[in-house]
């Protein structure tokens, strides 16, 4: 019995104790609330757009390898430079390439020298054959050795423009204007003719953007390439690797001349302006096409989307007023709203204003909108 009453104090004792004083007791941490604007998804009329896988390619591209042997004594370009049509980038020891043209020049010169001996020779020697003061056998020798000098001065000719040639590859000049790359060799390195990459350049602007479509959706692309006003009626977009859409519109510049028989499919080539150099040569991106039959989209203010691990997120109001992460995949913008393709329910609400703020699962109050009629 006296057992169960001391229980019984110590149960009433530890009530009281904690019940006693709320200015002893722990503070409770006070739950966040906060205040956020929102719209209901719904669905709009849009023209959708159809996405095609497609790689960014240069417009011209070339190797720039050595055409002569020798080392390299002389880089002019920094890698990653934008060059000129006509510009010095490399030079490869020139010493031995010009005393070989030298050595042309001078033999071209004795050449001619003894071509214009024997011409005179001969010239005497038909003279006095024309008189029979001479005998034939004579002139004949004469002819055959002008002959041969002939011969020797057009064989030094071709040893000098050779020798000239040798020494105009000795330097590499830009082939056209557009972007070097990283320079595969250094000052002082051997190279080989033929043999040897130095670097490569690539016209970047404009910039080409090559994809595959079915061979049924031929004539589609033919009618785009016919349309001049295409890059304004937006039909063609770029999205980025990051996601982004590309700033400007493309339009349709070539289609290849044959159908692959193993996948039924065309090579198409769009062409991007790229004076920002934001579009890089090998670079994954995808072309879409705008289809301008509208259909019934998912679409949403731009502004409640958020970017997170390049991924999108926006927030969904739950039963309970929480902030609940919710991520989807976007489609095409449309001014300052985009259309989700996967995600959303039409009839969720979602956050548009106060995101800055917010957490996963932060209690939301909801701004009420300001009447602006009174």
Known sequence: MNHNKFLYLVGFLSVFSACKSPD??????QERV????????????????????????????????AEVNGY???????????????????EIDRIRYQAARDQAKANLQIALTNLDKIKKDLDRYVMLDEKQAIAKQIVDYAQFDYNNAKAQVEGARANLLNAETNLSRSIIYAPFSGTIGISQVRKGALVTAGVTLLNTVSATQPIAVDFMVSEKDIQQFVDFQKQANIQRDSIISLGLPNGQIYSHFGKISMIDRAVDQNTGTITVRSIFDNSKGELRVGMNVDIKILNKIATPQIVIPYKATMEQLGQTMVYVVSDSNTALPNMVKL????????????????GQKIVTDGLINLRPNDKIVINTPTDTTK
Do not use: C
């Open 34 to 65: 906060i205040p956020v604007s929102v719209t209901e998804v719904t669905e709009e009329m849009v023209a959708n757009t159809i996405n095609y896988p497609s790689t960014v390619v240069a417009l011209n591209e070339t190797e720039l390898r």
């Open 331 to 346: 489609g095409f913008k449309l001014g300052d709203k985009v259309v989700v393709n996967e995600g959303l329910s039409v």
């Open 72 to 90: 390299i004594t002389g880089i002019f370009v920094a890698d990653g430079a934008q060059v000129s049509k006509g510009q010095k980038l490399y």
């Open 24 to 29: 002893n007791a722990a503070p409770m941490q």
